[in-house]
């Protein structure tokens, strides 16, 4: 059956205000409350070219939800991000009594059980562990964010697991890094995070964990360890880090909406103080697009908003020829 993707977006449109209704809620909070404002830069310092896609991604995610410049007839129909606002925290330990309170130190006490017994989390180098990553996104049909679609991935398994050392980023205001989740037994990969930053801002854009690994804790370890990285703020590529972003608080089900609440992402409006927005290139082909890259066919989304959001981060092929811009 043929899905018109613009009717399906109106749709999911006229069902944001009950569910956003709902989900404001579990924080406490109502459609008439003040939501706080994040106050996005997508470059600090850094003016090099070569950043530029960087900048251009998190600008298209970020506009997706809901901007403090919508009017009044756009506002009610964009999602509100879910933002951890940095700045509110000096130290990690904060941000760990603030969890603890939500959940009554279950999260802190289930981390620290997955670490005696043998889990841990690093960053790894972007494109490795492909075989584990493909059996994380197979291992779930459904999750707490939602029904899988295009993180399902492609039809064949990767023969092997490439690990290859990590070398941070050239740029420590722009960069793509990502986590992983390992077992001291075995050299399998179990969870996976990957975060793009732009100026001010980082974006949680994927978090997920193997679905027989969803009960040892991992994932709570994985969320404490990239917090403690991120408030610790001694590595150069988070020091200037204000907000992270991840999703909208309209996604998934009632588990991510109850995650969100206990790991401090809250409704937040954006201000885009300095939006890094790009054309998409002039030989684009949607349909190209989409044969080319069957993950994104699969997963039913617009081509043109996933080229700018992350295609062009990857280098994605957009037309037949099978070239790769940015």
Not at 89 to 109: H, I, N, S, W
Request: glycine share 8%; hydrophobic share 40%; proline share 6%.
């Amino acid at each position: 059956m043929n899905v018109d993707l613009n009717n399906a977006n109106v749709l999911t449109r006229l069902l944001t205000g009950p569910r956003r209704r709902q989900r404001l809620a579990v924080f406490g909070l109502t459609v008439r409350d003040v939501l706080p404002t994040a106050h996005l830069k997508f470059r600090l310092a850094c003016a090099r070219e070569g950043c530029a896609p960087y900048a251009i991604a998190n600008t298209a995610f970020a506009e997706s939800y809901r901007l403090v410049s919508d009017g009044a007839l756009v506002a009610p129909f964009k999602s509100l991000a879910a933002v951890t606002d940095l700045t509110l925290f000096r130290t990690l330990d904060p941000y760990l009594q603030e969890v603890a309170r939500e959940t009554d130190g279950k999260y802190r006490r289930s981390a620290n059980k997955a670490k005696r017994e043998g889990y841990f989390t690093r960053p790894i180098a972007v494109g490795t562990y492909q075989r584990s990553l493909f059996d994380i996104k197979h291992s779930k049909d459904v999750r707490s964010h939602g029904r899988m679609s295009e993180m399902a991935g492609g039809p064949i398994r990767p023969s092997e697991d490439l690990a290859l050392a990590f070398d941070p980023p050239s740029c420590p205001e722009h960069w793509r890094i990502d986590w992983g989740l390992f077992h001291s037994a075995n050299p399998t990969m179990w969870g996976f995070a990957s975060l793009t930053r732009s100026g001010n801002l980082v974006n949680l854009a994927h978090m997920m964990a193997h679905g027989d690994v969803l009960t040892t804790g991992g994932m709570k370890l994985m969320q404490f360890d990239i917090m403690s990285w991120l408030l610790g703020r001694l590595d150069p590529c988070v020091i200037g880090l204000d907000y992270l972003l991840h999703g909208a608080i309209e996604d998934g089900g009632e588990g991510m909406t109850n995650w969100r609440r206990y790991v401090g992402q809250r409704p937040h409006v954006l201000h885009l103080i300095d939006p890094a927005r790009a054309r998409l290139p002039a030989d684009f082909d949607p349909r190209a697009y989409l044969e080319l890259n069957p993950d994104v066919k699969a997963a039913g989304v617009d081509p043109r908003k996933h080229y700018l959001r992350g295609g062009i981060l990857d280098g994605r092929a957009y037309k037949m020829d099978g070239k790769r811009r940015l």
